[in-house]
């Protein structure tokens, strides 16, 4: 009993964390049970609430996770971290059942259907076109039971009845053929390239007979998976500032992106991990940067854009890299143009496709009726000091405090969790950009590498910004639609890390108070982010 507790060993602490996880499950029977006698049967008649049952367990099970890791919060706090980002993001997923509570669902959804079965065109089933496309004619039977009166309605409080039988109705259409197609296209293989590992699961169990409802949960899993193992991935590179990327990898919105169909999930991850790669290089000037570690890292970013190739100024910090890193005035020369010609190729396959092949067409129609890209483009180009201001207006209060809870406390159409909660965390960004820091950052923390940061920062946001204004928004609008915050999420890290200084550092010698620094943060983040999906979801599943 005793060896084991210790958890010393890697045996240790998997036989404990077993032990702890059956003593979670236990805890949370228990509540259940307790609930059943104060609240009665759920709405399914039964005396317990899987999603309740699975909430309890969350809970117990990252905090078991403290205990069986005590040892390492200070030195390998990553270990933690990625049982925290997986309990949390994988419980999530998983709760969400056939329900649709994340921004743009439906096209996540048909983009992983089109590559299903590569370059060939698909019949979708009643169910894979009510997914994809929202409420149609084809199954009246389905739309009894979504209790949605349009595919802009994503969620009220319906209770586990009604999803569940919205689940079993999804399960019976998918044996009938709606008549509606997708293709895809192998010119968009690097945009689609976030859904494509979801894609392959979608293929496997379609071939194995899974049924719907089953098929589109273990389909969304794998989101949750890979986010949760490339942020892991990244945290290790770092030699500090780990705690800072934590915050940013756990921000509640962030978690709950991964969640779900998107490819936000995938720009996130991949830049947090490429960031990483790069501030790895800029702690350790001693150490000569290889081929493998440079590769790794703008593999990393020419991978997190594939999505949204508007992010590509990003790429350009690393020419934030010294020459004193490599071997050779060549080698570093041979990089440089590396990193801008990437730079400019990951900009091309957004840019020539959008100006020289399809156009700026007429823009986005959920921008509604008056939005005209060409239009738009017009008039930038006849009025561009007048353009500078809407864009200046805008940028000042997208940089708000206010604006911050959109890319923090925002569960997409659940709404918002608490305001302190929002508060909270936007002292725990405050609190860990200023003194997550070491020895190893005064390297990195320069006005140089401060000023460069910032400003990649503002022009990737005034380019999102002006691509948004000129496809979503109204010809001549004042503001600019469809720039949601949480389009900032994958600048966080990449600008925080360099702001402070390693003279702020704290803890500075002191273990013990180090242990409990990162403690506090690594406990803190998933109990809000829990927290938060009580509030606006799991409380109503009963």
């Given at each position: 009993m005793q060896n084991f507790l210790t958890c010393r060993t890697q045996r240790d602490k998997a036989i404990s964390l077993g032990l702890l996880s059956l003593l979670s499950l236990g805890v949370a029977v228990i509540i259940s049970f307790v609930c059943y006698i104060r609240i009665g049967l759920t709405s399914l008649g039964t005396w317990y609430s899987l999603p309740w049952v699975g909430f309890v367990f969350t809970l117990g099970f990252i905090a078991s996770a403290f205990f069986v890791f005590r040892h390492e919060i200070k030195s390998k706090p990553e270990n933690l971290f990625l049982v925290i980002v997986l309990s949390t993001t994988c419980f999530s997923s998983l709760?969400?059942?056939?329900?649709?509570?994340?921004w743009d669902v439906g096209h996540h959804f048909r983009y992983v259907v089109e590559w299903a079965k590569p370059n060939t065109e698909i019949t979708l089933t009643t169910a894979e076109a009510r997914m994809a496309y929202g409420p149609s004619l084809y199954d009246q039977e389905i739309e009894v039971y979504a209790g949605f009166e349009d595919q802009f309605t994503y969620w009220a409080p319906l209770g586990l009845k009604t999803l569940n039988e919205f689940s079993q109705a999804l399960d019976r259409a998918d044996s009938f053929?709606?008549?509606?197609?997708?293709?895809?296209?192998f010119p968009q293989l690097y945009q689609r390239i976030s859904s494509l590992p979801a894609s392959l699961v979608y293929a496997l169990c379609t071939a194995l007979g899974v049924p719907f409802s089953v098929k589109y949960m273990l389909t969304r899993l794998i989101y949750a998976l890979i986010y949760s193992f490339v942020t892991y991935f990244g945290m290790k590179q770092l030699k500090s500032g780990k705690m800072l990327f934590a915050v940013v990898a756990l921000l509640p919105t962030a978690v709950f992106i991964a969640s779900d169909y998107s490819y936000d999930y995938w720009i996130n991850a991949f830049t947090l991990f490429a960031a990483a790669c790069l501030v790895r290089e800029l702690q350790t000037p001693d150490q000569p940067i290889t081929s493998k570690k440079a590769i790794l890292m703008l593999g990393a970013f020419v991978l997190a854009f594939g999505p949204k190739a508007i992010y590509f100024p990003v790429v350009l910090l690393c020419?934030?890299?010294?020459?004193?890193?490599?071997?050779?005035?060549w080698s570093s020369r041979v990089f440089r143009v590396s990193v801008v010609a990437l730079s400019l190729l990951i900009a091309a396959s957004f840019a020539v496709p959008y100006f020289f092949i399809t156009g700026p067409g007429t823009g986005d129609f959920r921008g509604g009726s008056d939005v005209n890209s060409t239009e738009q483009i017009r008039f930038i180009l006849s009025h561009p000091l007048e353009y500078f201001q809407i864009l200046f207006t805008f940028l000042f209060k997208y940089y708000s405090l206010p604006t911050s809870r959109e890319f923090i406390g925002l569960y997409a159409y659940l709404g918002f969790s608490s305001r302190m909660l929002w508060l909270s965390v936007c002292a725990l960004i405050t609190f860990t950009a200023i003194t997550d820091k070491s020895e190893f950052d005064k390297p990195i923390c320069t006005w140089k590498s401060r000023t460069g940061a910032i400003l990649i920062n503002v022009i990737t946001a005034s380019l999102i910004a002006s691509a948004l204004y000129v496809s979503y928004t109204a010809v001549g609008s004042e503001t600019v639609a469809g720039c949601q915050p949480r389009y900032l999420i994958p600048l966080l890290f990449c600008t925080l890390v360099f702001l402070s200084s390693h003279r702020l550092a704290w803890p500075r010698s002191s273990e013990k108070l180090k242990t409990l620094y990162n403690a506090f943060v690594l406990a803190w983040m998933p109990f809000v982010y829990m927290v938060g999906l009580w509030q606006v979801f799991i409380r109503f599943l009963y």
């Open positions: 709760s969400f059942g056939v329900h649709a509570p994340s053929i709606d008549g509606r197609t997708v293709k895809g296209s020419l934030l890299i010294p020459r004193s890193k490599f071997s050779s005035a």
